[in-house]
């Protein structure tokens, strides 16, 4: 009887890291994007080309955000807003700065997140004026 006991315990534990760990992979958020110009993202500029992203979810406040592409990998750790009502679409919004285009926002289904951007107090005030911006098409993998 005491083995079959201790049989149980160790099933459902078992069970239980088997559930967790597969929950936890079912929340990352895995899609791709492409590059027409060369973009700062923070403090990394990024080639034109073919991009996949993968967003993992932690058990704190910050997610995890990794962009890969031929050449280049990074990670950041990123603090959502999570309940966007205004994304309806997923994109990439990006902004002329000086001569770059500059990553300002990502924004997935019910998804926001706001990125540093650099510019200097001239560029700030040039920008009231005249701002080209435009948006990336996000292709959000089906879980």
Known sequence: MQYLSKLFVIA???LALT???????????????????PTQWNDTMLTPGD???RMTRTQTNANV??????????????YP????????RSGLNLE??????????????????DFKTHESAKERELGKNHVRSEQ????????
């Not at 955000?65 to 990123?78: A, H, P, S, V």
């Not at 309940?83 to 309806?88: H, W, Y």
Request: hydrophobic fraction near 45%; charge should be negative.
């Open 65 to 78: 955000l990794m962009i890969r592409g031929e050449k280049q990998t990074f990670n950041w750790f990123i």
């Open 96 to 113: 002329m700065r000086g001569e770059n285009l500059v990553v300002t926002s990502l924004d997935l289904m019910g998804f926001h997140v």
């Open 51 to 53: 991009y996949t992203f």
């Open 19 to 37: 559930v967790l760990s597969s929950s936890l992979y079912a929340n990352d958020v895995l899609g791709t994007f492409t590059l027409s110009h």
């Open 136 to 143: 990336v098409a996000v292709k959000v993998n089906p879980n």
């Open 81 to 88: 807003e999570p309940a966007c009502n205004t994304c309806q």
């Open 12 to 14: 459902v534990g078992l």
